[in-house]
């Protein structure tokens, strides 16, 4: 009979109780693994944060994180906007100061739904605004208002101004084409559905508005409505900065 080596397990570590502390650290960390290969294997694309991002599938609680990563990732953001067919022009645009650039930007050319104004953006609010567009905006008016939004009424994006149009103060969002203002929208019978008129009250109109804005909470840093202040009375402002709130 062979005799085989005897194990030692003093090379681990002279300490029995440290031992058992390395242990207990790799059945740990082999549990992790292995439920990560799992959620990895198991858990569906918009849920999953190292899935890359579909902007046609249905938002998940991942979603909102993979936008804005495609900051740091133009390559994909426009990746992303070609593979669902969204038209647009791209834009390098030097402002009158330093702080207003448009840098691997674009000018969205055509979407889901015409706008009212052209908007100059930068990628991954695109990104984000054709999300929100298709898998919010879309289903909200036919649930609520049983019928089509024929075009997005929008005060604009890319404007080289600072926050409330402050002559001092923080740049906003909007002075990198990182935030969109929009106004309202006008339904396939011609009425038309507006911030400022119809965001209060117990009516469809009010429904469908706060769901836009509650479900743009999930696809854009900040968003901001007439809850937040006055200023904001006849808007929603969504943008991708850096900063998140939900008001």
Known sequence: MTDWPRFDPNWLHPNRHVRKLIGMGAVTMGLSLLGWLVFDWLAPAQHNPFKPLDLATRP?????FKLDRLAQNKQKCFAALDKVGIAYTRVERKG???????????????SLTPYSATLSMSCPLAAAV???ERHVVIPAAE???GQ??????????????????????????HATGA???????????GSTVMVEDDFYGNTAKSRFLHQ?????????????????????RNHFHFDMGLYTICS
Do not use: M
Not at 96 to 110: F, G, S, V
Not at 180 to 186: L, R, V, Y
């Open 179 to 189: 935030a969109i203002d929009i106004a309202g929208f006008t339904l396939a019978d």
């Open 130 to 132: 054709y999300v929100w």
């Open 212 to 232: 836009v804005r509650d479900r743009g909470c999930d696809l854009f840093s900040a968003t901001l409505s007439p809850d937040y202040n006055a200023a904001h």
């Open 96 to 110: 009158d100061r330093a702080e207003c650039l448009l840098e691997d930007a674009l000018t969205l050319d055509q």
């Open 143 to 145: 649930k609520h208002l």
């Open 60 to 64: 998940g609680i991942a979603t909102g």
């Open 148 to 173: 089509k939004v024929t075009r997005v009424e929008t005060f604009g994006s890319y404007s080289c101004r600072r926050v409330n149009n402050e002559k001092t103060g923080r740049w906003s969002e």
